[in-house]
């Protein structure tokens, strides 16, 4: 909230992200320790209510504050939220001995991941903006993989390397992370591109995206706890299959979008996408933290994680091109309309736009140069319509990736300690 200019805000979100990244690991892994495998569905669910929810609410919230205040109010909120937060913990958290305090720590491991995730993350941002056949974005990619190719290195040979590939050897584990990817890809991805088609289309405020936003935070809130209750009781597979279903319904739903859209067309998708949330997020976690063993909880919740925020930044990035795409896509078809005289769709439409420039009482001579540069603006924001549509169509078919994953997950409980699991010494 100090920030004094774009490189300031920068460096200080970068402060902001080093203890923030910790976040939701910790907090997983704290929820695993504390409830017995088959109390973790009910609790989990609880648990992602702030994880899913806030991403719904931050816009409402946020858009009030931008409005009614300043931007800076947006940061300036989350003091007293962390000022308890902190407090809490020191009297509510036990203090735990660390029994792998003799443990030798994976430096290059460490470095590799941290250049993989540090350089990917920036070539799916800025991708778009610079280019992706621009040497900037392929310098990334190319450093992102040297990163990859040294992590993998340090896993093979290292010892005791920071994060161990081999959970994914584990079925239900694998399941579930690629559940937990193309959620993410697809779920990011539209919540990037539904309060972008709002405001920039139909001249929603901040605030006003975040009230159309707000059945979906409410949703998730309702139903996560009952999908944990579920999930603990019959096993994971139900509720994710039903919930990765309902989530492609929603967002296929978005696919007849229009500059005639109103509330109620709005909201009942957003209901849906809530409801598919909210029986996805307990579910997927529970089952992969219950695939593995109790030592191996705060790597697995580490991978959670890493491999949520990497699917984020590839929705968010693949959407906002196929986005782009699809605009210029639709704008030269319907150019190629309106250049054709013969096609139907064309001429009807410059009739229709001269016989209105006539009667607000231009001069014959202007209705035609005037009507095509009226039509030409007009075919721009069906174009962007169009795009919308066609790109929450893709994400509709992303997410149909995770209902094979899905039905492929065991309903099993949690393995005990001194049942066999891969891991580094085996």
């Given at each position: 909230g100090l920030a004094w200019s774009k490189d300031s805000l920068i460096f200080f979100r970068i402060i902001q992200a080093l203890g923030g990244g910790a976040l939701m690991p910790s907090g997983l892994t704290l929820v695993s320790f504390a409830f017995l495998p088959k109390e973790r569905g009910l609790a989990m669910g609880i648990w992602s209510i702030g994880a899913m929810v806030a991403p719904a609410v931050g816009p409402f919230l946020g858009g009030y504050l931008t409005d009614e205040m300043s931007w800076r109010a947006i940061f300036y909120i989350n003091l007293p939220v962390g000022a308890l937060t902190i407090l809490a913990a020191i009297i509510i958290l036990p203090s735990v001995e660390n029994k792998e305090a003799g443990r030798k720590f994976d430096f290059l491991g460490f470095s590799g991941l941290g250049a993989f995730l540090a350089f990917l993350l920036i070539a799916l941002a800025q991708g778009q903006r610079e280019g992706w056949n621009s040497d900037y974005i392929l310098s990334c990619f190319g450093l992102s993989l040297v990163g990859l190719i040294f992590f993998i290195i340090a896993n093979i040979y290292v010892q005791e390397p920071i994060v161990d590939l081999r959970l994914f050897a584990i079925p239900n584990f694998l399941m579930a992370n690629i559940v937990n990817f193309v959620r993410a890809v697809a779920i990011f991805g539209s919540l990037f591109l539904l309060p972008l088609f709002l405001q920039n289309l139909l001249q929603y405020t901040a605030f006003g995206t975040g009230i159309i936003l707000a059945p979906l935070a409410i949703t998730v809130a309702i139903v996560a706890p009952f999908s944990?209750?579920?999930?603990?009781?019959?096993?994971?597979?139900?509720?994710?299959?039903?919930?990765?279903?309902?989530?492609?319904?929603?967002?296929?739903?978005?696919?007849?979008?229009?500059?005639?859209?109103?509330?109620?067309?709005?909201?009942?998708?957003?209901?849906?996408?809530?409801?598919?949330?909210?029986?996805?997020?307990a579910p997927l976690m529970s089952a992969a933290i219950n695939a593995v063993r109790r030592e191996q909880t705060g790597v697995a919740a580490s991978f959670?994680?890493?491999?949520?925020?990497?699917?984020?930044?590839?929705?968010?990035?693949?959407?906002?091109?196929?986005?782009?795409?699809?605009?210029?896509?639709?704008?030269?078809?319907?150019?190629?309309?309106?250049?054709?005289?013969?096609?139907?769709?064309?001429?009807?439409?410059?009739?229709?736009?001269?016989?209105?420039?006539?009667?607000?009482?231009?001069?014959?001579?202007?209705?035609?140069?005037?009507?095509?540069?009226?039509?030409?603006?007009?075919?721009?924001?069906?174009?962007?319509?169009?795009?919308?549509?066609?790109?929450?169509?893709?994400?509709?078919?992303?997410?149909?990736?995770?209902?094979?994953?899905?039905?492929?997950?065991?309903?099993?409980?949690?393995?005990?300690?001194k049942e066999k699991t891969v891991s580094v010494g085996d």
């Open positions: 944990g209750f579920i999930s603990d009781r019959l096993g994971p597979r139900l509720p994710l299959t039903l919930g990765t279903i309902l989530v492609a319904i929603s967002l296929y739903i978005f696919k007849d979008l229009s500059l005639n859209s109103d509330y109620w067309f709005l909201f009942w998708p957003q209901v849906l996408r809530g409801a598919g949330l909210g029986l996805i997020n959670i994680t890493i491999i949520m925020q990497i699917g984020g930044a590839f929705g968010v990035s693949l959407l906002s091109t196929i986005l782009q795409r699809r605009e210029f896509f639709h704008y030269a078809h319907f150019l190629q309309s309106l250049s054709n005289p013969l096609a139907p769709v064309g001429r009807q439409a410059q009739e229709a736009a001269q016989n209105l420039l006539l009667k607000s009482g231009y001069a014959p001579p202007e209705v035609v140069i005037k009507g095509k540069a009226l039509l030409a603006l007009w075919f721009q924001r069906q174009a962007a319509v169009c795009a919308f549509q066609d790109a929450f169509f893709f994400s509709a078919l992303i997410i149909c990736g995770g209902i094979v994953p899905a039905i492929l997950i065991r309903n099993q409980q949690a393995i005990s300690p």
